[in-house]
């Protein structure tokens, strides 16, 4: 069985040593975050991570959902008793205010639980991320009457929640939605039409499920600017809360899939099922969106988990498995071979995941930390800063780190061999878990799209300029301190690339946006390395604070692997940079018919 250790130190370094948590003591929830509390809630997940859910990974792929006749959905087993264990932490509501049941703790510790249980059977921690991502957008747009009436269910585990886009004919393009809205004379809506590819549309875990619906309401204009969002229950509830009437919603099927085989992808079928307007009429999008950004950066989270649990087991294998012998000479001669570990080949290979797993982590925790300054600091001007920085970063953590988080799960399984290949390893599942993530909530074009054609020019380019400052400013800063030049200055030249290529979509890309469409998704992995290199040089400057008092190597292995991100990882962004500097004239000579 592949095995999983929750990287608890890693997280606790982040938040102590680097981002200094303990400073945002002003923030609601952050005084109660002690670090007992903040160690207790790390060391209880990670305890539940290794020992319920990863076990039950293999187990949930081998079974998957199984949809009954009457359009019931099982899951697998152990998924029931699971869940109710996640319930019963808490950790669903870890961050959400205390007025809603929930805890009202930072963010920070909501990503770091989710990191957790998604490395330990990602199919699973599904369920409890899309409640959150529910929670976020009833919190932001709900009535009175709708927060107090299904918040507390959901933080409570009682009800899941469900975010419903998809149609047959309409993925990425929204203004194609047909699900049509009717208004009722007591205000309520019927809804009509059919949704696909529904992350845990019907399920057994829970009593009833808050489906977050996308519709037109008759008459309401066409493309996106027709959207309304509606809270669709698959039980409608009492005013005291208690379950009352079935809804006409149903599951219609579920889909046979490449991977999360125990997290039910369903066709949701609502046939004239009452459901409450959120928010204003035709601003559902908009409404949307808080889902949709919330779930974005879990996707990121996703990506890093995969790749981090992925990189243990890599890890481990090279360690154990004996091929060859060392180039420079027997390492381990008292065994007929030496451990791959030995191989520059399989080093390298290692040294890039990690050097991936340790900055990303860092990225979202200090966005996650940039979210809770957004949402509760009494300063506007800090809450503005802080908003421009998750949406400028959302897309880049959501497509650089599920296009690498999949990527690392194919390198790590190539470390395997030919076992890599075969199930019991459990690598080939990795492999098919992570690569859903690159595709949904937008697939990662569209999240480079997003990056370059809405979010750069946004407010007349104030997040960006501000991201070059804080890079340009720390790196002034860090280049008079000999340790920290080596860091540094390559981190600078990447932000140079990054400042032309910015400069390069300013000047050509707005007379022919063709050329901001090719060069888009190199852009985003410019972005991706430049701000992973920050996170490096951060990580690094607390390192050396501890280097003396660290016998474990721990800080010494920080600082070797800042070096290679910097030698083997930065230098493409040179490569992005003459990519996106050539233009779309080649991409787009050929006629589609030649295609
Ligand atoms: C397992 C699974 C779970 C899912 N869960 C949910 C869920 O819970 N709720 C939900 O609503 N949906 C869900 N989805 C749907 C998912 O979000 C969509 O599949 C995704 O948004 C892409 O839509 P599409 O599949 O229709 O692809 P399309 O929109 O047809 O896109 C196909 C390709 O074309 C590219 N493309 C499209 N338009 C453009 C453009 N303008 N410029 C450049 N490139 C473009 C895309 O990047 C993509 O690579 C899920 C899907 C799967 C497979």
Redesign the pocket.
């Known amino acids: 069985m592949p095995l999983y250790k929750a990287p608890v130190e890693d997280v606790l370094f982040l938040l102590n040593d680097v981002f200094h948590i303990e400073r945002f003591a002003n923030l609601s929830g952050f005084a109660e975050a002690s670090p007992d509390v903040v160690e207790a809630i790390v060391g209880e997940t990670a305890e539940f991570c290794e020992k319920v859910l990863t076990p039950l990974n293999r187990i949930g792929d081998q079974q998957g959902c199984r949809r009954g006749p009457d359009g019931s959905v099982t899951t697998p087993e152990g998924f029931r008793q699971a869940y109710r264990q996640v319930v019963d932490g808490g950790w669903i509501g870890i961050s959400v205010p205390p007025e809603f049941g929930g805890l009202g703790l930072p963010v920070a510790l909501t990503q770091i639980v989710n990191e957790f249980m998604t490395s330990a059977n990602m199919a699973f921690a599904m369920y409890p991320g899309?409640t959150q991502g529910a929670i976020a957008a009833l919190l932001t747009h709900g009535t009175a009457e709708q927060k107090s009436l299904y918040v507390p269910k959901m933080v409570a585990g009682e009800w899941t929640g469900?975010?419903?886009?998809?149609e047959p004919q309409?993925?990425?393009?929204l203004g194609l939605i047909r699900t049509r809205a009717v208004r009722q004379p007591d205000g309520s809506y019927r809804i009509t039409g059919s949704?696909i590819?529904?992350?845990?549309?019907e399920h057994d875990l829970a009593a009833n499920i808050v489906h977050l619906v996308l519709a037109r309401i008759e008459g309401a204009p066409e493309g996106t600017r027709g959207l309304s969002l509606f809270v669709v229950p698959k039980v409608i509830p009492n005013p005291d809360g208690t379950l009352g009437a079935r809804n006409a919603v149903s599951c219609g099927a579920i889909?046979e899939?490449m991977g999360?085989h125990g997290n039910s992808?369903c066709v949701m079928n609502y046939d004239g099922a009452a459901g409450w307007l959120v928010a204003q009429e035709n601003r559902g999008l908009n409404a949307m969106f808080v889902m949709m950004n919330e779930a974005r950066l879990g996707v990121g989270v996703q990506g890093l988990a995969m790749s981090e649990v992925a990189y243990q087991n890599a890890a481990q294998y090279a360690k154990d498995r004996l091929q060859g012998r060392a180039i420079t000479g027997a390492k381990f001669d008292d065994k007929p071979a030496d451990p791959i570990i030995v191989h520059p080949d399989v080093r390298r290979v290692l040294m890039t995941i990690r050097a991936f797993n340790e900055a990303a982590r860092a990225l979202i925790l200090w966005t996650a930390i940039k979210s809770d300054v957004a949402h509760r600091s009494d300063d506007a001007g800090e809450r503005e800063a802080a908003d421009d920085h998750m949406g400028l970063l959302t897309p880049v953590i959501k497509g650089v780190l599920t296009d690498l988080g999949f990527a690392n799960a194919v390198m790590a399984q190539q470390v395997f061999g030919g076992h890599g290949y075969i199930r019991e390893w459990g690598m080939e599942q990795f492999v098919r878990d992570a690569r859903?993530a690159m595709?949904?909530?937008?697939?990662?074009?569209?999240q480079a799209?997003d990056l370059v054609g809405r979010k750069l020019a946004k407010d007349g380019g104030r997040a960006v300029m501000a991201f070059f400052g804080e890079v340009q400013g720390y790196v002034k800063e860090q280049a008079a301190d000999a340790a920290m030049k080596p860091l540094v200055e390559p981190v600078g030249k990447a932000l140079g690339h990054l400042q032309q290529a910015t400069m390069w979509f300013m000047q050509n890309a707005v007379a022919k946006p063709d050329h901001a469409?090719a060069g888009a998704s190199d852009y985003m992995h410019l972005f991706g390395l430049v701000v992973l290199g920050y996170m490096w040089c951060r990580i690094a400057a607390a390192a050396h604070g501890r280097l003396d008092s660290d016998p474990s190597g721990r800080m010494k292995a920080k600082l070797v692997t800042a070096r290679f991100f910097m030698e083997r990882m930065l230098p493409e962004t040179a490569t992005h940079l003459a990519r996106i500097q050539s233009g779309a004239d080649t991409v787009m000579e050929l006629p589609a018919e030649a295609f």
């Open positions: 899309l469900t975010m419903n886009l998809t309409c993925g990425t393009d949704k590819f529904i992350s845990a549309g889909e899939k999360i992808t859903i595709i949904y909530e937008g697939a990662n074009g569209i799209l469409g």
